[in-house]
């Protein structure tokens, strides 16, 4: 069954300037409902109350704790305001770790901004710490979050958010002056949660099978994602994905790092892949590319090979998969995939770290010289390329993508070549 975890990933503080202030209803919350104990515009979850006397400005403010019912529960409030793809949208909260029940054991809390479609599903988040156990007491502390909303956002969301972890320890926080309004657009997409840093979840990526966030073989930082087979049946999955708007005719590029760890190394047929799923507006799939399994077919995606069944184990590979959008392309999923072909014999785990997504940077087409022996233009140079395009080994030659528009071989990279040989313009 596909399961989404979609919580917390880290950021780096964002400038608030320029933020129209006022988006929020009862931003400082003064103003109480008829009872005295919540606010309006306010929705709660968990263990949240009104604190008075203590606050950045006014006389009240939000106090969040933990639940005692698990590891990592969470309290928090939140409040939606309009948003739309590819708007930047910034929000900001005061924290304070109280003198009076300060912030205990691995307790900490975040400032989310939540992005949702139309059917209020979320689809996206984007987090960044704000208090934890070593956050000096009695301080009021501004902490500022900003996100590019992703395809399909409708409304935007601010969640100051208190996570009880494992060690169920004690402590609060308070919260006080929010702020959340968009402030300007942008064309780029960024990975959420590339690195999967954010301790005890994968957030921002929705993940399916068995999928978790480890530590014991990383390739930078103190996490990475780790899969393995649900041994139900043949050829099952685990996997991640992320998804990304896209535009018909540009080239898109993935990027993952990935390997199998010493001591539980895939063996006996497990693999896995790095593909790009296409999907046109109303997200139906676009069959435009080759079966891998059999090309007279056609599927939505591409695959590049992440973790060959005999991968040498504690390595961790480059893999990358570019890909030219189709007509009617709208979204491209990025999906991380641990593939079991056989439960009874297979094993092992696959893991992945510091992912990329975006437009293949526009390079135009390589030189005459294709050999690269200084010697242009010249017959050698054509007689090259036509070996190299027939599979022949050329280490001082250019690879066969002569346009740099990531598809290959493909008869266009044939014309350009002849057409910049002739005197022509790259097109």
């Given amino acids: 069954m596909m399961r989404t975890r979609m919580m917390v990933a880290a950021a780096g503080l964002a400038c608030m300037s320029g933020m129209a202030v006022g988006q929020l209803q009862n931003a400082g919350f003064e103003t109480l ?56 949208v910034e929000a900001s909260a005061f924290f304070l770790n109280p003198t009076s029940d300060p912030m205990q054991g691995d307790n900490f809390v975040v400032l989310n901004i939540e992005f949702y479609n139309a059917a ?50 004690s402590g609060s926080a308070m919260v006080d002056t929010t702020a959340m ?24 990526w929705v993940t399916f099978g068995n999928a978790f966030r480890e530590f014991q073989f990383t390739r930078t930082g103190t996490g990475a994602i780790k899969f393995f087979g649900n041994f139900n049946a043949p050829f099952n999955v685990s996997g991640a994905f992320q998804v990304f708007c896209v535009q018909p005719g540009l080239s898109y590029t993935a990027s993952a790092w990935a390997g199998t760890p010493l001591g539980d190394n895939i063996n006996d047929g497990d693999f ?36 060959a069944p005999d991968a040498t184990p504690g390595v961790y590979t480059q893999v990358i998969n570019t890909t030219v959008m189709p007509t009617n392309a709208a979204k491209v999923r990025l999906v991380l995939l641990h593939v079991q072909p056989d439960p009874a014999i297979g094993g092992g785990s696959t893991w992945f770290d510091d992912i990329t997504f975006g437009a293949t940077p526009t390079v135009g087409c390589d030189d005459i010289d294709f050999n690269n022996n200084d010697v242009f ?18 280490p001082a030659c250019n690879d066969i993508d002569f346009n740099n528009n990531g598809v290959f071989p493909e008869d266009q990279d044939v014309i350009d070549f002849f057409n910049v040989l002739a005197g022509g313009e790259c097109p």
């Fill in 33 to 88: 409902d008829n009872t005295g104990l919540f606010w309006p515009s306010w929705t709660y979850f968990g263990n949240v109350g009104v604190e008075t006397g203590v606050a950045q400005a006014g006389t009240t403010s939000a106090r969040l704790g933990g639940n005692f019912t698990g590891p990592f529960n969470v309290s928090g409030i939140f409040q939606s305001i309009p948003a739309s793809a590819q708007q930047i």
């Fill in 120 to 169: 209020n599903q979320m689809i996206a988040v984007k987090e960044m710490r704000a208090l934890d156990a070593n956050t000096p007491v009695g301080v009021w502390r501004q902490v500022t979050n900003s996100a590019v909303a992703p395809c399909d956002t409708a409304s935007a969301r601010i969640v100051p958010l208190f996570v009880q972890g494992a060690q169920l320890a």
């Fill in 181 to 204: 309004a968009p402030n300007g657009t942008s064309t780029e997409f960024s990975v959420q949660n590339p690195g999967f840093e954010v301790e005890g979840y994968i957030p921002g």
């Fill in 272 to 307: 896995a892949v790095l593909n790009m799923e296409v999907f046109d507006s109303a997200g139906a799939p676009i069959n435009a590319y080759p079966d891998p399994n059999n090309p007279a077919n056609s599927v939505n995606f591409t695959t590049v090979q992440a973790v």
């Fill in 377 to 394: 233009p010249e017959d050698q140079d054509v007689v090259d390329f036509f070996n190299v395009l027939a599979g022949a080994d050329c």
